[in-house]
């Protein structure tokens, strides 16, 4: 409308003179009835406007207007020319910068947007892919050598499992036998009974040359399960007297079914469950088993670096059905089904694929709620603490003070009912924001009190304010190293 006015003022008050020196112009805009005009002066003005738009006008002159021809602004420009047709090609901005700007825009903000989404795919599908090779050729390894039975007695020969283990595991890489004589181990082993029943399969006791094995059997459903322990154990040095020993992983195929076998030590005490139903403990003793489970727990979180290393680990259903006792009374943690793992450079969380979630009454309220940061390795270590604070309690209601002792129930017993489903162990933990009740006659012993207080701080609503395993094992060896000092005073 602007445009109009001025232009139209312009057109007004230019003089009509007929001049014998006139030219054919190019006509172009509202002014025009035609595509050409006759005119003195031929021009083209132009005028920016928003949006990147020019507005061009073209036209003549019936005058020699000239102030008019070198009119000039910072967004409007005219020019004339003095010929036939002179002014049809005349441009005068380029729209190139004005358009600079966005192109600048799309430089500064879209395209990096767009790489780091490129690299992002392109390390993801690097990530699976790297994943899915070393699975596959994990499984490979253990398919493949299988049906063969290439190792024959002559390679076990007649060593004993402790000199296999021994001479594989401290001078090679890797963390146990290598497959083709975990094979051949495993498909030595007799079975012997059923020794217990996670919710994953069947453990069964097995010799191997007269020596007590534990088998345990994965159902084919839960093959995830048996292919992350078989993962873990075979990819991690992981020999450390509390946690389970490996010995051997096995898959084989028979009348079309898959069997799934995992050998480890076995521990005839059973799981720590097991063991406090049947038994009471001394204080000593009570953080005897306490300290066992922590040292193995901190040996799982540590990541230690260099070739004999290992990635941290962090178990994700720490349960007191899933420690052992050893003979000697110390624990060691079983079931790594559900464990992942981490490694600080690049820092690489390895989650695994399994469907299977933890122990809905070990669950820590971060979980229940659904608050956990599952992106984080820390927030796995800081469930698991968790956890250990309820395993712990468990093992002080069984230890005996001044001749009193607790029978053996499992943490919210009291709350929630045999099975407890997730809403329930949400409504008690989170809601209600219950702990495990602690008896009053735990006060009255040294290693209860320190244990109630280590539990207390096991059991913060809050993740990051819970202790370390670390800091706990730390606490525990110093009150240990105290009483047997005291021990020796006496
Ligand atoms: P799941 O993955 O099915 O839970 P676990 O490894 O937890 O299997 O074992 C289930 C149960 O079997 C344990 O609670 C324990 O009673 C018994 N068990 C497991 N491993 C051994 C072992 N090495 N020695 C003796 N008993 C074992
Ligand atoms: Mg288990």
Redesign the pocket.
Known sequence: MLQKSLWMILFWTVPSVTDVTSYNCTCEGGHCSENTCNGKTCFVTEQLLEKNEIHRVRGCFNSDITEQCNSKTSFSEARCCYSNFCNADITIYTIKEKVEEPVGLVLVTVLPVALFLILAILFTFLFWKLRRKSRKKLLARLIDFGNEDIVNASTVGDSTLGDLLDDYCTTGSGSGLPFLVQRTVARQVTLGEC?????????W?GTWQGENV?V?I?SSR?EQ?WFRETEIYNTVLLRHENI?GFIASDMTSRNSSTQLWLI????????L??YLQRNTVDPESCLQLAVSIICGLVHLHVEIFGTQGKPAIAHR?LKS??I?VKSNKQCCI??L?LAVMHCQNGDYLDIGNNPRVGTKRYMAPELLDETIRTDSFESYKQTDVWAYGLVVWEICRRTIINGMVEDYRPPFYDVVPHDPSFEDMKKVVCVDQQRPNVPNTWCLDNVLSALTKIMRECWYQSPSARLTALRIKKTLNNLKNSLEQRKQEC
């Open positions: 020794v217990g029943k996670g919710r994953y399969g069947e453990v006791r534990a345990k994965f839960d399960s389970l480890t030590h076995y521990h005839d005490n059973g799981s469950y097991d259903d059905r899933n052992l079983a079931d089904g």
